[in-house]
């Protein structure tokens, strides 16, 4: 019998198959750091003038460099050396939350070159002087990447609360409810910068891109290469990512990893999402604050005294924060009994914080998590490193964008 099913895809043809091995040979350099071209051609499985040809190509676009000669020890010519380029394409990043706007610049290689960050109150404040705002600082951080020759293929706005499709559909501490927060800051950006050519702006959750920075440049790509973890993201709210076998989970409808708004206690204080007993409202950082009885607005410079007293041993400062450990343990046993993640990582300002916390939260883990593959000092409850962040995982987004289609980047001197 005849089969009548059309094809799952088109036939690739020469062009498409060029195109698949740029990316390969590009990805096999920008994975090693440094190689020759004989390491790639063994690495992707392709000919050595095959990779030749592929090398050139990349060479002219401005995606790779060469590095002189290294020595591989075994017989033959020294091979030259490959690394991708330092000037070039890049991404930038743009994390908007609730005290500040952190915008920043990462090259090929995901090294953040440029950053700028602002210390603002953004709550009550309304969405399109806020993005005005997040756009202002992105056009001073284009311009110092433009002397450094750096050109960004696209922008990436990191967010907090519900984003999909361009939008925040909620976002309950900045007091945001559908704001097509995109085409806004495209909008402003682009009045900035008049007749230049603007980058494609996109947009994710900003503990989703904290855990991406996470995933590119800490725990994922340390000597244990821990490729699924639960991501805290402690700010104002409470923000949360899930990384399965190296991917981002993101859910049905892209809201996968609100931990902030999981319910510690239903009974308790009344959250801006609408619920009760909400995480955040026992570990977010006007939590912390509050319960070391400092000014629950005073923003980063408030977490500051928090930590400056917890190493003098204030006892107010140290319970609060056991107190918002113990929140915490709690509703991460839940989570880790659902999902079953090789480590827990905290970021944000609970990174200072787990000298203090880390104990309490390590505790409640031991306690309740049913594997019995959590004891207290396993090591699998953790700092985040401090070579990610929410801005630097949008741009390093933007960056493997490029890694996977260089044929598709056409470049864009943004000036």
């Known amino acids: 019998m005849k089969n009548t099913a059309d094809p799952l895809e088109p036939k690739a043809d020469k062009d498409t198959v060029r195109r698949h091995n740029l990316s390969l040979v590009l990805r096999a350099v920008h994975d090693e750091g440094e190689a020759t071209r004989a390491a790639v051609a063994a690495r992707v499985g392709l000919t050595r003038a095959a990779v030749s040809s592929l090398v050139e190509q990349l060479l002219a676009g401005g995606f790779l460099t060469e590095q002189g000669k290294t020595f591989s020890g075994q017989a033959g010519?020294?091979?030259?050396?490959?690394?991708?380029?330092?000037?070039?394409?890049?991404?930038?990043?743009?994390?908007?939350?609730?005290?500040?706007v952190s915008v920043c610049v990462v090259d090929l290689a995901g090294s953040d070159r440029v950053r700028l960050t602002e210390h603002v109150d953004n709550r009550g404040v309304a969405p399109a002087e806020v993005l005005e705002r997040a756009a202002?600082?992105?056009?001073r951080t284009l311009t110092s990447a433009a002397g450094q020759d750096l050109h960004p293929a696209g922008?990436?706005?990191?967010?907090p609360g519900l984003v999909s499709g361009g939008t925040v559909r909620q976002?309950?501490?900045?007091?945001?409810?559908r704001v097509a927060a995109e085409t806004l800051f495209a909008r402003a950006l682009?009045?900035?910068?008049?007749?230049?050519?603007?980058?494609?702006?996109?947009?994710?959750?900003?503990?989703?891109?904290a855990a991406l920075a996470e995933l590119w440049f800490g725990v994922g790509a340390g000597p244990e290469r821990v490729r699924g973890f639960l991501y805290l993201s402690g700010?104002?709210?409470?923000?949360?990512?899930?990384?399965?076998?190296?991917?981002?989970?993101?859910?049905?409808?892209?809201?996968?990893?609100?931990?902030?708004?999981?319910?510690?206690?239903?009974?308790?204080?009344?959250c801006r999402c609408g619920s009760r007993g909400c995480l955040e409202q026992y570990a977010g950082q006007a939590a912390l604050l509050r319960g070391a009885g400092l000014d629950e607005t005073a923003g980063m410079p408030g977490v500051a005294e928090l930590e400056r007293r917890a190493r003098a041993g204030d006892a107010r400062t140290v319970a609060a924060l056991e107190r918002a450990g113990?929140?915490?343990?709690?509703v991460l046993s839940g989570a880790v009994n659902l999902l079953d993640p090789e480590a827990v990582v905290l970021g944000g300002i609970y990174r200072p914080l787990m000298p203090w916390l880390g104990p309490a939260v390590d505790r409640e883990l031991t306690l309740r998590v049913v594997s019995g593959l959590w004891p207290e000092g396993s090591g699998r409850l953790r700092a985040s490193s401090s070579s990610g962040d929410a801005a630097r995982g949008a741009a390093a987004a933007v960056v493997r964008g490029v890694v996977a289609d260089p044929a598709g980047y056409a470049v864009r001197a943004v000036r």
């Open 77 to 100: 010519r020294p091979g030259t050396a490959l690394r991708v380029a330092r000037t070039g394409p890049a991404g930038l990043g743009v994390e908007v939350n609730i005290d500040y």
């Open 136 to 139: 202002r600082i992105a056009a």
């Open 155 to 159: 922008a990436r706005l990191a967010l």
């Open 171 to 177: 976002a309950p501490n900045l007091g945001w409810n």
């Open 190 to 209: 682009g009045a900035l910068r008049p007749g230049r050519p603007a980058p494609a702006v996109g947009s994710d959750n900003e503990a989703n891109a």
């Open 235 to 270: 700010e104002i709210g409470v923000g949360g990512a899930v990384v399965v076998d190296g991917e981002l989970m993101r859910g049905a409808h892209g809201f996968a990893g609100e931990i902030g708004h999981a319910v510690a206690d239903a009974e308790g204080p009344r």
């Open 326 to 330: 113990r929140m915490l343990g709690l």
